[in-house]
């Protein structure tokens, strides 16, 4: 099983695997205003479906290639 299907709430780390980006962009994306995340005390959390819908809004895909984010 997937472990990120695993999760009800993401690391700053796990969304940074999961889009293969940098930390500090991954960061970055925790202070977008359209960005799904939960502040617990100074612990950055992201709850696993608003991401997982945010990406699928956030993806451009113009030839309709499958990209299966489930």
Same mark, same amino acid.
């Given at each position: 099983?997937? #472990?990120?299907?695993? #999760?009800?709430?993401?690391?700053?780390?796990?969304? #940074?695997?999961?889009?293969?980006?940098?930390?500090?962009?991954?960061?970055?994306?925790?202070?977008?205003?359209?960005?799904?995340?939960?502040?617990?005390?100074?612990?950055?959390?992201?709850?696993?479906?608003?991401?997982?819908?945010?990406?699928?809004?956030?993806?451009?895909?113009?030839?309709?290639?499958?990209?299966?984010?489930?």
């Amino acid at each position: 099983m997937n #472990k990120l299907a695993e #999760k009800d709430y993401l690391t700053v780390s796990d969304i #940074k695997n999961w889009l293969n980006i940098s930390q500090g962009a991954a960061y970055g994306l925790t202070h977008r205003r359209d960005f799904p995340v939960c502040h617990f005390g100074g612990t950055i959390r992201i709850p696993r479906e608003p991401f997982l819908d945010w990406v699928a809004q956030n993806t451009h895909n113009p030839n309709n290639y499958g990209v299966n984010i489930a």
